[in-house]
């Protein structure tokens, strides 16, 4: 098995880096070249167990997800993630649960329920995977990506309460909800305290490697943990996620640098090997296959698959339009609010914080925009990974259920799963075509807001050296002045690029290189307090800051790399 599971991982990540050459969706490809390759009689089955799958491969993925999902807009997007990654999962779930219990009643109601639970939540790996290849516009990708980070925890909740009533618990409905809240409380603050002290962890320790390997360890331990306790182990790891990537920017930049490729590589590595696994289960569902009632249970998967489909839509466009029509109603009030003098700008200030404006909080009050087009991609991009199969196979082997229902789960949760996976992940780049969505006024927004934060930068920088000027005077003499005025000068005009380090330098003959860098560690430290607080202010996009704060960070890199080649 050890050796098979490493065959299975490298061969993975082969096909994956084929499909990332040729510009293709790995998913997709890694997913039907492990469909082909379970025919092969060499090939061996690959049995893991589903509760170790969700306990290994589950929290780092969650974790690296959290961390690139930008909070400002997860905050903004909340009204309409909650809908999609609670009620939405629900919904689903009760509707499966009817139909499997009316196709197949030897499931009984709880099993059938039990069924509906692992096939209702669309997937995180799947969703950023295949999102991030086709260029959805970042409104999308916001809702989508906070979606698949929540659903699972509603998910696995449902699970956990339809399997021990299976078992013979006798659970009121006022249990399951208390079961819910205590997952999200317990789940919330495990992932908080977690990532509280990572980041403090972060923000004292200069080893980027050390505190990397502390990044690549807490997920499993604030997943178990909180899953200890009766919380959500999905929403202790996002909940850390979240929080540790809001305040990157206010650790080491060595950290930073550090983090992003090695993440970028264990998520490589993790997403093979999910959707690998996908496809070879394919030989574990034709052996299921084998029991008298085959034909009910393939008319179960359709008729499951159909569900899966159809509520998705049917949900979304109404609850839009309702949380639309609740959006005016704000509005209304707020305006009333506003127009009695009722509104002070001074509320809800915190120190060291600008007042917020009328607009500011109007912009709080309301979602962001989305388009019958949006809603249309959305509806259609419900691909199910990793979470179905692996609580289908946990709840293969729970003792109350019979074999016949083990065996309806497992291959109505594969069917699910794959056929998600290759009907929409194929067709949606189509759906994005024929639609005209694109991310283009994601560009022209971005524009307009580097151009703004770029000119703010620019003043505040001039600030800084202005007051560096005495000290500079002080320390080489009024000679040196007019060499620092050059260098100001540039400094402002090309904004410290990288590549005319060795130009600011010359400029310079007579201070060290040292000097040199403590200058422009400077003025690239006010430049970045500049993002966070255009950030902080809701007037640039997180994930925009992040590009730029990568731009400053290959700037320091280029002033330390070259101070030691020098050195």
Known sequence: MDAMLFYVLVGAVAVAAIARWRGWPAPLLVTAVALAASFLPFIPELEIDGHLLLNVVLPPLLYSAALDVSFVGFKRSLPQIRRLGIWLVLLTAVMVGLVAWLILPSLTLPGALLLGAIVAPPDAVSAAAIGRKLGLPRRIMTVLSGESLINDATSLTLYRVFAAIIAGAALTVWDGVWQFVLAVVVGVIVGLVFGIVLHQLRMRMADPVVTGTFGLLVPFGAYAIAEHLGGSGVLAVVAMGLYVGFNAPRTEYTTRQQEAPLWLSADLLLESFVFAYIGLMFRRVLSDLGSESVGHILLLSGAVLLVVLVVRPLYIYPAHAIARWQQRARLRRWELVVAKGRFSRKQ???????????EQMKRRLTEPELSWKDNAIISWAGMRGVVTLATALAAADLAALDDESSHAIVIVAFVVTVATLMLQGLTLPVLIRMLGVASDTDREADARAIAAVRQRSREAGVVFLEAKRAEWAQKYGPAEMKAFDGLTERMV????????????????????????????????????EVLLEERDADNLDEEVMRELMAALDAEELALDTRGGIGA
């Open 348 to 358: 809800s200030v915190r120190p060291g914080r600008q007042p917020i404006t009328t």
């Open 493 to 528: 005009r090309v904004e410290s690029d990288a590549e005319d380090v060795q130009e600011l330098e010359e400029s310079v003959p007579r201070p060290s290189y040292d000097d040199l860098a403590v200058l422009m560690k400077g003025w690239l430290q006010v430049r970045r």
